[in-house]
């Protein structure tokens, strides 16, 4: 496995896993914390985001 692909895996977990992108749709079982209100107060926050994770999906792609 690519150096670069295990290192972007790992820093983006808590990003694929952020329920509060959307927290209308709840949240993992795993998580414990509240919901925040970031991406609703920021709504170019969640545009920002959701760019990154293109990007880095292209850039993964073979």
Known sequence: MDIYYRASLLV???HF???NWDISKGCPSFVDEPPGTGMMDCPQALADIQTYVRNLVLWLAP
């Open 17 to 19: 896993v952020d329920y």
């Open 12 to 14: 983006e977990h808590y």
